[in-house]
């Protein structure tokens, strides 16, 4: 069988799953199919096609120029965009000036990005664009060199695009790039045929009918079971890593995956044992528990992390755990992680949080101070936001004054008025907080240095007592 016989076979197929992946996904959760609903315009004629070619010096992939010719060009999405990953594949010449201006030939030249860049190769290729003194004509120059020999092929949402590699060693290959030029990664797929079908194939399998973005493309696909077979068989590290990760981006596991996963953790160590920590906490939470808890000794941030992502309704099973190594945690990553378990526990926590309220680290203490501003009964815990008032951040003072938001005890006066004399004029937005602190007590930055504090009463509370006296 010929190349040109088996990508004619692929066509039909893709034909079939077109249909399965819109009957599949008949709530269009898919990401984008709301935009794309799955429709895919008039095929282009050969003649079409060439000319593109021609006007451009160039030979578009075998496999893309199919998908033109038997499957469809444009259709209704962004930029008038058919039926694709994210929000769709654009019509044949659409956008080719997204990446750089293509009346300087960028689009026939070499491309120089590969799979696997190291991030010193992508810094040194960006290196030049990002001096502030660079000409706009170099900066053009400098962009086409960095994306040259690739074909915009359609937007993922904000800077993000997938384009096509039309020369060298990765011709055919699909590419995502982040126009704000975060480091490009290639898709796993050999072809754009063989990258369009994997997107049906994994809208029929139910992985990508979900609430949340998907990114599709940026993990290996495949099933599960084929997946880890792979990560049996590879030989170096990252790659068995991007095994793990596409079975981590799954929608479901059967049992006899989830039984190989818990084995593997068990002789794992590193890395590879986190992935498989965290996918047995994202997939079967109850098989997973003891060895969280286990591993807490080792990791508590990842702990923390694996039980928000994927179980944060069990966050309670976490109170003791908490408590335990409350007094351990010293980094502001994993303080966040622990508060946010807290939070979602309906209790008050804030005893687990006052210590760190008065923390070397100035980000732990925002931290802390926010979090106690999210309690019920924040009254309570007056002194505390005392000391955040008389912190020597300005963004602590600032969290502060936001956390005690509908606390009105006059108490806080006489620091109110200290922030008011420091910040005489405005810093760090200081005093546009205050000044929504004081609007409670019929007070400003201004009218506040002319009271006194010791005898004032607000009026707004003694228009409150006469009418409760009369």
Known sequence: MTMNQEILNQIERIKTKLISAKNADQYLKVFGADSHKYIVGKTLTVAEISQFEKNFDIELPESYKAFLQHIGNGGVSYDSSCAGPFYGIYPLGKNINELFDETLG????????????????????????????????????????????????????????????????????????DIDRQKPKFTFEATFLDWYERWLDEIISGDLIIDTPSWFGYGMGGTAKDLLQSYFSAQEFNAKKDCLNAILKKANLDIE?????????????????????????????????????????ENLLVVLQF??????????????TIELNIGKINNEETFRFCTYLLKEIDMDFGYLIVPFASYENENIRVSAFYTLGQLKNKAEYLDTFVLGLNDKSNTVINTTLQALQNIIDKKL????????????????YILVNLNHRLKDYNLSNTSILNIDIENFENSSQKEKKKWFRF
Not at 307 to 320: G, H, N, Q, R
């Open 307 to 320: 039980v928000f992502w994927y179980a944060k309704d069990k966050s309670a099973d976490w109170l003791e």
């Open 413 to 428: 006066l006489v620091h109110y008025k200290n922030i008011a004399e420091q910040f005489p004029v405005e810093q760090d």
């Open 106 to 177: 960028h689009l026939k030249a070499k491309c120089i990005l590969f799979p696997n860049m190291s991030d010193e190769y992508w810094d040194n290729l960006t290196k030049a664009i990002d001096e502030d003194d660079i000409s706009d004509d170099n900066y053009e120059l400098e962009l086409g060199k960095i994306f040259s020999g690739i074909l915009p092929l359609g937007s993922q949402g904000c800077s993000y695009i997938h384009g096509l590699v039309l020369n060298g060693e990765f011709k055919g290959k699909v590419v995502n790039i």
């Open 257 to 297: 995956i989830l039984n190989k996963i818990e084995e593997q953790y068990q002789l794992s160590s590193g890395e590879l044992k986190e992935i498989f920590l965290q996918i047995m906490t994202k997939f079967d939470y109850e098989r997973a528990y003891d060895y969280l808890v286990t591993y807490t000794k």
